[in-house]
């Protein structure tokens, strides 16, 4: 194992946000390897990225020992390698629905706002403004809608989505909620979640991987 792990991280990216989160639960030290998304830079289409990682994504994490893309298998991978901070709970039928509340997010929400897809439909599809926010808007409240009663349903405090304690549910749910929050989206009818990410957002491993605009 490489003395210390790297991942190919962006700023503004959710996925790579859960990544951080957890890293920084766990005690993880890391170097942070940008990869801008951003248009007219897409350093993650560039030759030396793509034959690292062939689907051009962030984020891909390496220790040396594993190397791997795509958010969920790097979390599961840490969650296996660094087991002395567990971000899933020991009973099976718990760990099974705090995976569930997780590829609610990872598989239903996300990939319907991400930015690829965002860049689709405001260029060949030519989405006005207010379509693109309708369009951002309902994937969040669709997906929203029951994560909030799993939350009312599981969390012991209003502090954590499940239990007492974070897990990989928080590292989906803080992220998904700051992109939200960056397209105005109204959560109104998400009270719940709204206080789990407030109390989670005043954790140190939340506030350090909070994204900071490197440019700013």
Same mark, same amino acid.
């Given at each position: 194992?490489?003395?210390?792990?790297?991942?190919?991280?962006?700023?503004? #990216?959710?996925?790579?946000?859960?990544?951080?989160?957890?890293?920084? *639960?766990?005690?993880?030290?890391?170097?942070?390897?940008?990869?801008? @998304?951003?248009?007219?830079?897409?350093?993650?289409?560039?030759?030396?990225?793509?034959?690292? $990682?062939?689907?051009?994504?962030?984020?891909?994490?390496?220790?040396?020992?594993?190397?791997?893309?795509? #958010?969920?298998?790097?979390? /599961?991978?840490?969650? /296996?390698?660094?087991?002395?901070?567990?971000? *899933?709970?020991?009973? /099976?039928?718990?760990?099974?629905?705090?995976?569930?509340?997780?590829?609610?997010?990872?598989?239903?929400?996300?990939?319907?706002? $991400? @930015?690829?897809?965002?860049?689709?439909?405001?260029?060949? *599809?030519?989405?006005?403004?207010?379509?693109?926010?309708?369009?951002?808007?309902?994937?969040?409240?669709?997906?929203?809608?029951?994560?909030?009663?799993?939350?009312? /349903?599981? #969390?012991?405090?209003?502090?954590?989505?499940?239990?007492?304690?974070?897990?990989?549910?928080?590292?989906?749910?803080?992220?998904?909620?700051?992109?939200?929050?960056?397209? $105005?989206?109204?959560?109104?009818?998400?009270?719940? *979640?709204?206080?789990?990410?407030? !109390?989670?957002?005043?954790?140190?491993?939340?506030? !350090?991987?909070?994204?900071? $605009?490197?440019?700013?």
């Amino acid at each position: 194992m490489t003395a210390k792990p790297r991942l190919y991280d962006y700023w503004r #990216s959710s996925a790579a946000y859960r990544v951080r989160i957890a890293l920084n *639960l766990k005690g993880i030290d890391y170097e942070s390897i940008p990869v801008s @998304l951003a248009p007219g830079e897409d350093e993650q289409m560039s030759d030396d990225y793509r034959t690292m $990682n062939p689907q051009g994504l962030v984020p891909y994490y390496d220790d040396g020992e594993v190397a791997t893309g795509q #958010s969920m298998a790097i979390l /599961e991978y840490l969650e /296996e390698a660094h087991s002395n901070i567990a971000l *899933l709970p020991a009973d /099976e039928r718990d760990c099974a629905a705090v995976r569930s509340f997780c590829l609610g997010i990872a598989c239903d929400i996300h990939p319907l706002n $991400n @930015l690829r897809v965002l860049k689709y439909l405001k260029g060949p *599809l030519g989405a006005t403004d207010e379509q693109f926010n309708a369009w951002y808007a309902h994937w969040i409240h669709e997906g929203f809608r029951s994560a909030e009663i799993f939350a009312e /349903e599981n #969390s012991a405090d209003g502090r954590f989505v499940f239990g007492d304690s974070a897990t990989l549910a928080d590292c989906f749910l803080v992220p998904q909620t700051y992109n939200a929050r960056r397209f $105005n989206v109204p959560l109104d009818d998400f009270p719940t *979640l709204v206080g789990i990410v407030d !109390a989670c957002n005043e954790l140190d491993a939340f506030k !350090a991987a909070y994204p900071t $605009n490197p440019n700013a």
